[in-house]
């Protein structure tokens, strides 16, 4: 046995101290210990701390144990036949008198090594995402859904449009009733004008495939381009698609409606669609201006300024 007292073997070694002197009961009280728990250590302490060690559970004999002989057939069986499956296996041992259950034919299988090794699927290296190298290269749109908790009236339904610039973080944000291809289509327009004024040039837009934004997985449509597309040939803008069902590849738009729904949604109400347009403008302004670790903590609008 190990001579090193653990922090249990301690605590028990004290507590046994105390009913020496001062009986189980009281004992049973301070330490916040069952009487029967007391007793149990109290009949294995001989006024050492090892006697107060945990013994192994392990039983001293298995009667029910798989004889040399079952070993013997079992390994021989899976020695002739490695690529049986366990069913077919066990099956094959029973008609030469085996007469454990499966599950024990599992474990002493995988007690004598008996199953082949698993192959190990190679470690996903995923793809390195393209950093941008200038204000416009590409922007990130989506549509966030604005909480209905917010909403002062049930029948109301409002949309934040997001646009985020790659490089700069610089985002614009523009309220609507709907989330449709029209409402995308001039929240195209105005993202252009407004990027625009602060010196930025809009080259590309990524988006997700949503309907407001791309037929590409309509049944019908699906050769049909939407009104958001057109506008973006219109004013010489790539419409980029991310991968389906991955919204990663959106990331930087995904992450800051995290951050819309901390510190703008949990504590706004809105009462119109006017009404939220004018605190999501407020609220646009503020967060352009929030300093953000990737840009050295300056904000995106203190970052644009170096490049345009």
Same mark, same amino acid.
């Not at 899976?78 to 094959?92: A, D, F």
């Not at 309220?175 to 625009?196: G, I, R």
């Not at 109400?269 to 201006?289: K, M």
């Given at each position: !046995? ?55 559970? +392990?039983?001293?004999?298995?009667? %029910? ?11 021989? !069986?899976?020695?002739? %036949?490695?690529?049986?499956? !366990? ?8 008609? +030469?008198?085996?007469?454990? +259950? ?29 950093? !941008? ?69 809009? $080259?590309?837009?990524?988006?997700? %495939? ?18 958001? $597309? ?58 352009? %201006? ?19």
């Amino acid at each position: !046995m190990s001579k090193s007292i653990t922090q249990d073997m301690a605590y028990r070694q004290s507590l046994m101290k105390y009913v020496e002197k001062h009986g189980v009961k009281r004992a049973s009280r301070k330490y916040n210990k069952s009487r029967s728990y007391i007793y149990f250590w109290k009949a294995r302490w001989d006024g050492t701390a090892e006697s107060l060690a945990c013994r192994s559970r +392990r039983p001293h004999s298995h009667p %029910n144990q798989h004889t040399e002989a079952e070993l013997k057939l079992i390994w021989d !069986m899976r020695r002739r %036949n490695p690529q049986l499956g !366990m069913v077919e296996l066990w099956h094959r041992l029973r008609q +030469r008198g085996y007469t454990r +259950r499966p599950e024990s034919l599992f474990r002493v299988m995988r007690k004598l090594g008996l199953f082949p090794p698993k192959e190990k699927k190679p470690a996903c290296k995923p793809k390195p995402y393209q950093q !941008m190298t200038y204000p416009g290269q590409r922007i990130q749109v989506d549509v966030k859904v604005v909480p209905r908790h917010c909403i002062a009236d049930p029948e109301l339904r409002l949309f934040q449009y997001t646009a985020i610039d790659e490089f700069t973080r610089l985002r614009f944000l523009a309220a609507y009733p709907e989330q449709s291809t029209y409402s995308s289509a001039d929240f195209l327009k105005k993202l252009f004008k407004w990027y625009a004024r602060r010196g930025i040039r809009v $080259e590309c837009v990524q988006t997700d %495939n949503g309907f407001e934004f791309t037929n590409r997985f309509s049944n019908s449509k699906r050769d049909i381009p939407t009104l958001f $597309e057109t506008t973006a040939a219109q004013l010489g803008i790539r419409h980029k698609l991310i991968r389906p069902y991955t919204p990663r590849h959106n990331g930087k738009v995904e992450r800051s409606h995290r951050e819309d729904q901390k510190r703008f949604y949990s504590c706004r109400s809105f009462f119109s669609l006017d009404d939220f347009a004018r605190q999501l403008a407020v609220h646009n302004r503020r967060s352009n %201006n929030f300093p953000m670790r990737p840009l050295g903590y300056r904000s995106p609008s203190e970052f644009t300024v170096q490049y345009v």
